[in-house]
């Protein structure tokens, strides 16, 4: 695969000498109990211009930009807008300056029109009829470039066509500086190229963007100007005009050295794992699907074309047709009666706050979700000794903050995925099942993941569902096509045309 | 000057108590308005208040003696709550175990305490729990709400007292008046000393201590913590929530046979029909107060019986209607709970436009 998959405008836009920055953070600092999410933070946001914040999980750029948002106060420093200080009470008051977030969680009522939604809590909106609502959202739409059908509902929208109805909302609501957090991380390659042609047309009329995202490439592509945050500081601001390669930036962000590449050395191919033989069912049309000890098996399509139920019946989280699904040589009802705590299946899902974890437990008890049965006693449970071993997962995968009594809520995104991968190998599965396992990853804790799950073949089949074709074709030994239901078609990476074979059949093509 | 709402970066750390302390002084300050509103001394009737409850030893002893059938169906409810299960029928289910004790101690009026007492108790458990047993089924096989079911269980739980007590139960020697005969000794619990409180008292700190044990160091408590997340991570956690729906609510239930059989066997020494004063609704609110912490729900259980004991006598002095008694406690629980809010949010003073 190319490096780089988006093609960057042919410009180069240096910053005009003397150029007012609208937005001036000065020494922003803010603490969570002991964790110092930021400290010292100085940064300036220009007019027209795309600054990336790149850092690892748990660096502190969420909470930044959350404060720059209103949701979130300072402890200490000052933010600066059009020169004047400011001081939010809440995302009202943001919104009012001019600053706008689209989160990851898309607000929107679901059963509304598109116009509706862009609308819905403006003064006045009430009593617009629909026809005058949809045309003024129309024109504002064209006039950004975005294409969306205004009078549709949201129900029927993809992921990209939602994200698109979010930042109408806040250009509806006049904001002059919108912040992305993680923005491409449930777009299909397709819709994020769409995302950032939106981006650049709005920078052209004058709109500030900051944009947060762990994908290095969409970093270089997009970005007029890169600042690094580690551990809560400016490492430094980088012109990514002068970055060499994804490695350098990487080893920028992280402090050492990064490969950006796994190394995957075939693994002698054992007993099948899953066998799904001729599923029909459950919105799937006969399914048919293999997976052995020792190799991954990539299950790969635009969201909604099946995956989720096709995860759900093995994993046992609904009930697939009788004989269709085997697990581990075993009938599914007979393996789910009968699995073990340990040396069995395992699930690494998508939704890691709502399913993999308690949200409101601490690291504990949520390595005790499903590892209880390893740490009982009779009818006791092993409190202590969980502990320690939570320490140890802790220190062996490097979650942060390294405290055992953390919630589950209080971790970054990228540190939770690491503790619930950590649960899950300890468990020493023969049978993986990973939904979307680097999804919101840093760099080094997606190589770190793939490492993992790479190793995890001397003893274990791997099926790994993923809308990341670069990831699918790192680590698969076949990647599965899903469309509607089906599985259009199975291709093996050792073939060189494979990767430009996924695209098509994706969308249903089939040559 | 402007206020403005804020949510808070992190809980408040001391805001439960504080909350709560605000919330009784509120609802203390609105009751004096409405014994005002009546014509009485509101200051004078807030004396009589606090003397009734905590004032003599008398008082005392009264408050100590309704907080444990309080305390009992309080905790059964707050095992089911924890689950995500609204058992609200813990009043049915209280008398289940009070028709269970009595069957004993009517049908072995001979043995001992020794030999009756477990019959008792056990007989009391499993009555109770096997009436939350109902619901418990309903849900899972039916998908019927067990907030109405139990309710409902409520009321054919009283008209089955009933029918007993004025039925086959009947004292013949009782003037017509619908009771049992009186219990043998072996079949009463006995006070403490020479004071009314009786050994019930300890057995409810038994059990009280037994059920934090459960929750905190088994294997079944952690899962039962874990389905309080909801039927999916339940489910994904491969802990079979259907089977541990029922336990759950068999236990609540057997928990408030057991207050049902103290309250029978120790303070009336017979069934009749005013065992039932609504402990069963009045352990709802505790169980919410204490925010379904053991510990929390024996001070909750204690304050809204010295509660009961002093509205008791309020009545009597100031004659006062008896709503008012229920009035306090729907409001201390609503203040309470609207007082959450403050535990997310915070009020702060606006600065003034333009900034500083
Ligand atoms: N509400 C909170 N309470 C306590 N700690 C928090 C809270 N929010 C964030 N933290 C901690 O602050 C640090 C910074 O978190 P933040 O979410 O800003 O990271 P991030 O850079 O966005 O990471 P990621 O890339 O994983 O999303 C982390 O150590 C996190 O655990
Ligand atoms: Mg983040």
Known sequence: MSELRYVRPARVRPLPEGAVPVVRLKEVTKRFGKVVANNAITLDIHSGRIKALLGENGAGKSTLMSMLAGRYKPDSGTMEVDGRPVRFESSKDAIAAGIGMVYQNFMLVDSMTVAENVLLGQEGGFFINPGEMEARVDALATEYGLAVDVSARISDLSMGERQLVEILKLLYRKSRILIFDEPTAVLTPEETNRLFEALWRMTEQGKSVIFISHKLEEVIALADEIAILRRGRIEGELDPTAIESKAELASRMVGKEVLLEVDRQPVEVGEPVLEIKGMTGLGLTDVNLEVRQGEIVAVVGVAGNGQKELVEAVTGLVKPPVDTVFIMGQPWRKFFAESTWNRSMCYIPEDRLGLATMRNQNLVDNLLLTTRKGFARGMWLDKRRAERDTEELIRKYDIRPGRIHALAWQLSGGNLQKAVLARELYRQPRFIVAEQPTQGLDVSATEEVWRRLLDARAMAG?????????????????????????????????EAETASRIGPLMAGVLD | MALKIRKRDEPWKWGALVIFLGALLFSLGVSCLLLAGQGKDALHGMFILWEGSFGNLWALEGALLKAIPLFLCSLGVAVAFRMQIWNIGAEGQFALGAIGATWMALSFPGLPWYGLMPLMFAMAFLLGGAWAFIPAVLKLKLRVNEIIST??????????LDYLVFGVWKDPTSFGFPMTPEFTSGAVIAGIGSSRVHWGLLFCAVVGVGLWAFMRFTRLGFELKASGEGARVARYAKIRYGLLTMFVMGLSGGFAGWAGCIETSAVLNRLQPSLMVGYGYTAIVVAWLARLEPLNIAFGAFLLAALRVGVENLQLELQIPAAFGVIMEGMILLTVLAGQFFLTYRIERAPREGGE
């Open chain 2, 151 to 160: 309710l409902m269980l409520n009321y054919i739980a009283i008209l089955l």
């Open chain 1, 462 to 494: 791997v099926l790994l569902v993923t809308g990341d074709l670069g990831e699918a074709l790192q680590l698969a030994d076949r990647i599965a096509v899903m469309y509607r239901g089906r599985i259009l078609g199975m291709l093996p990476t050792s």
